[in-house]
């Protein structure tokens, strides 16, 4: 990076994060993101976030854990946003929880405010208010409280005069939110209860609010250091005080969900996982994704023009995946062509999910199979009779062949045009590797064959021994029988499989089997 302070200076965003969940960043925050072209982030601050950040982004991570090391002091940091602004970039400083709450953002600004720099800055979720409501708190309510202190511990000591007002504060707010507070816990409860507030008092203490790893315990003012010690908790954590920490009781709905804490591999594509990924998340799981698929076009669509020179004479079109549908539209349109040019074959798809997709370019599906697979959609076709009929199938260059061998053997004239090329998986393979060595992952979900080939070919076992060492301990949840099967053929054992063959079955299968085993 270099300085030159000849050029019309850019601007600075202080942004909130929000404290944990990528979710929870405002659409402001969002917004400037999508187009920052240096962004500093903190520690606290998901990096999720930066799949927000165009690839051509500068990322710079400015550290800062509390008591460990810093990436770069307060200073270092003011120095470095004021740099940056002077080559004329827009700089998003990426803050946990909001910039205003124990974050240092007005030391940035005043900075900022010196250079004569530019700045907006744009609040977040802070972490006090998320702890409490992803630990089923509520901070104020009628009946128990109508004041809350946010408050930092980490000057409980150290200073001789510390800023915090603990005798007052004591008594003189309802909840009390304290924020770095772990380490200086048994001091500041013990002033607490010095100064009037009844050792009974609920306490709880939340770490990784709003995160797969939350972990929140409950005690009384006059428990809880020992409570947080044996739970080892520590930073980042934040400490509640008052009676609306008895309201968890019937509140307590984060660490709650079904699949809270589970750790779950996404083997499908990235494009492909969303669903999936929301649906499992939904219902509290942590998603690992390791994409084992990748789509490439094809060198050579020649059949695929031929077939749609003639489409009239087709009597149908079978689509028989969500990205075979993709690719044949998004070389249609590259021919200048559109869903128009489909008019003379009706169109068959495999199942509700590729029913729904065609509808999104304009198509009704004129069949769906009772059964989603290649079989069930052969012979549903048969049934219409296609004796010496035309027949378009536009795939993957690999797939299963039954479906085309089915429709020949009743007389069909197929065609199989690839549309687009698996190649396999690449990258994180380490990652997954150590993961699986270190047993942190629950469950791995397969929504196809190739999934299961390519996440193994990934996993690459040396031997069956060690195959079985790794993967025996893991969960294995597939979407239908030929999944199944692929996955029993590589010696693995199939512990969750959906009755129907959909995403959402599938999710509430795995749902199902993990409220079995808590019972
Ligand atoms: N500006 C931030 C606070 C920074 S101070 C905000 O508004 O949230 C750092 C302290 O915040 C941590 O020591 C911890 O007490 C608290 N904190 C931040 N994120 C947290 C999280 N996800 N869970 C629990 N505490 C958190």
């Given at each position: 990076m270099t300085t030159q302070t000849a050029q019309q200076p850019g601007k600075v965003y202080l942004v909130g994060a929000g404290p944990g969940d990528p979710g929870l960043i405002t659409l402001r925050g969002k917004y400037l993101l999508e187009r920052a072209e240096v962004v500093v982030y903190d520690y606290l601050a998901n990096p999720k976030l930066l799949s927000h950040v165009p690839n051509t982004a500068e990322r710079v991570y400015a550290g800062k854990k509390g008591g460990g090391l810093h990436a770069f002091t307060q200073e270092g940091i003011n120095k470095l946003l004021v740099d940056y602004a002077l080559t004329g970039k827009r700089v998003v400083r990426l803050k946990g929880g909001d910039p205003f709450i124990f974050g240092r953002g007005a030391e940035e600004i005043q900075e900022l405010v010196v250079a004569g720099i530019d700045f907006e800055v744009v609040p977040g979720v802070t972490s006090a208010t998320a702890a409490a409501t992803y630990a089923g708190i509520p901070i104020t309510h009628r009946e128990h409280t109508a004041s809350v202190a946010f408050i930092t511990g980490h000057e409980a000591t150290g200073k001789k005069e510390s800023n915090v007002a603990w005798d007052k504060l004591a008594t003189g707010a309802g909840t009390l939110v304290i924020y770095m507070g772990i380490k200086n816990l048994p001091i500041i409860t013990k002033k607490l209860m010095d100064n009037g507030?009844?050792?009974?008092t609920p306490v709880a203490v939340v770490r990784w609010a709003s995160t797969p790893e939350q972990h929140s315990v409950e005690g009384t003012l006059a428990t809880i250091t020992e409570v947080v010690k044996k739970a080892d908790i520590k930073p980042p954590a934040l400490v509640i005080v008052g009676d609306v920490v008895k309201l968890r009781n019937t509140i307590d709905w984060f660490e709650r969900r079904p699949l809270f804490g589970k750790r779950m591999v996404i083997t499908r594509t990235r494009e492909q996982a969303s669903e999936l990924v929301a649906r499992l998340a939904e219902n509290g799981a942590d998603c690992l994704e390791y994409p084992t698929l990748h789509m490439e076009p094809v060198e050579d669509y020649t059949i695929l023009d031929q077939a749609l020179q003639e489409i009239g004479s087709y009597q149908w079109l079978l689509f028989t995946s969500l990205n075979a549908i993709t690719w044949f539209f998004k070389h249609l349109w590259e021919k200048g062509m559109d869903a128009r040019n489909l008019n003379g074959p009706k169109i068959a798809v495999v199942g509700r999910a590729t029913a729904d997709k065609l509808l999104t370019y304009g198509l009704k599906a004129d069949l769906i199979p009772e059964h989603f697979t290649g079989e069930g959609l052969a012979e549903a076709l048969i049934e219409t009779g296609i004796q010496g009929g035309k027949i378009l199938i536009p795939r993957a260059v690999k797939a299963r062949e039954i479906l085309p061998e089915m429709l020949k053997q009743a007389e069909a004239s197929v065609t199989v045009a690839p549309v687009y090329e698996n190649v396999p998986p690449q990258g994180r393979k380490d990652e997954l590797r150590e993961r699986l060595e270190n047993g942190t992952i629950d469950l791995v979900t397969f929504t196809s064959s190739s999934t299961v080939d390519n996440f193994l070919t990934m996993v690459d076992a040396a031997s069956e021994e060690e195959l079985h060492r790794l993967m025996d301990p893991v969960t294995i949840a597939v979407i239908g029988p030929i999944t199944a099967d692929t996955v029993q053929k590589h010696g693995l054992k199939v512990d969750i499989q959906p009755e129907q063959y959909t995403i959402t079955d599938m999710v509430n299968a795995i749902v199902a089997y993990y409220q079995q085993a808590d019972t």
């Amino acid at each position: 990076m270099t300085t030159q302070t000849a050029q019309q200076p850019g601007k600075v965003y202080l942004v909130g994060a929000g404290p944990g969940d990528p979710g929870l960043i405002t659409l402001r925050g969002k917004y400037l993101l999508e187009r920052a072209e240096v962004v500093v982030y903190d520690y606290l601050a998901n990096p999720k976030l930066l799949s927000h950040v165009p690839n051509t982004a500068e990322r710079v991570y400015a550290g800062k854990k509390g008591g460990g090391l810093h990436a770069f002091t307060q200073e270092g940091i003011n120095k470095l946003l004021v740099d940056y602004a002077l080559t004329g970039k827009r700089v998003v400083r990426l803050k946990g929880g909001d910039p205003f709450i124990f974050g240092r953002g007005a030391e940035e600004i005043q900075e900022l405010v010196v250079a004569g720099i530019d700045f907006e800055v744009v609040p977040g979720v802070t972490s006090a208010t998320a702890a409490a409501t992803y630990a089923g708190i509520p901070i104020t309510h009628r009946e128990h409280t109508a004041s809350v202190a946010f408050i930092t511990g980490h000057e409980a000591t150290g200073k001789k005069e510390s800023n915090v007002a603990w005798d007052k504060l004591a008594t003189g707010a309802g909840t009390l939110v304290i924020y770095m507070g772990i380490k200086n816990l048994p001091i500041i409860t013990k002033k607490l209860m010095d100064n009037g507030r009844a050792p009974d008092t609920p306490v709880a203490v939340v770490r990784w609010a709003s995160t797969p790893e939350q972990h929140s315990v409950e005690g009384t003012l006059a428990t809880i250091t020992e409570v947080v010690k044996k739970a080892d908790i520590k930073p980042p954590a934040l400490v509640i005080v008052g009676d609306v920490v008895k309201l968890r009781n019937t509140i307590d709905w984060f660490e709650r969900r079904p699949l809270f804490g589970k750790r779950m591999v996404i083997t499908r594509t990235r494009e492909q996982a969303s669903e999936l990924v929301a649906r499992l998340a939904e219902n509290g799981a942590d998603c690992l994704e390791y994409p084992t698929l990748h789509m490439e076009p094809v060198e050579d669509y020649t059949i695929l023009d031929q077939a749609l020179q003639e489409i009239g004479s087709y009597q149908w079109l079978l689509f028989t995946s969500l990205n075979a549908i993709t690719w044949f539209f998004k070389h249609l349109w590259e021919k200048g062509m559109d869903a128009r040019n489909l008019n003379g074959p009706k169109i068959a798809v495999v199942g509700r999910a590729t029913a729904d997709k065609l509808l999104t370019y304009g198509l009704k599906a004129d069949l769906i199979p009772e059964h989603f697979t290649g079989e069930g959609l052969a012979e549903a076709l048969i049934e219409t009779g296609i004796q010496g009929g035309k027949i378009l199938i536009p795939r993957a260059v690999k797939a299963r062949e039954i479906l085309p061998e089915m429709l020949k053997q009743a007389e069909a004239s197929v065609t199989v045009a690839p549309v687009y090329e698996n190649v396999p998986p690449q990258g994180r393979k380490d990652e997954l590797r150590e993961r699986l060595e270190n047993g942190t992952i629950d469950l791995v979900t397969f929504t196809s064959s190739s999934t299961v080939d390519n996440f193994l070919t990934m996993v690459d076992a040396a031997s069956e021994e060690e195959l079985h060492r790794l993967m025996d301990p893991v969960t294995i949840a597939v979407i239908g029988p030929i999944t199944a099967d692929t996955v029993q053929k590589h010696g693995l054992k199939v512990d969750i499989q959906p009755e129907q063959y959909t995403i959402t079955d599938m999710v509430n299968a795995i749902v199902a089997y993990y409220q079995q085993a808590d019972t």
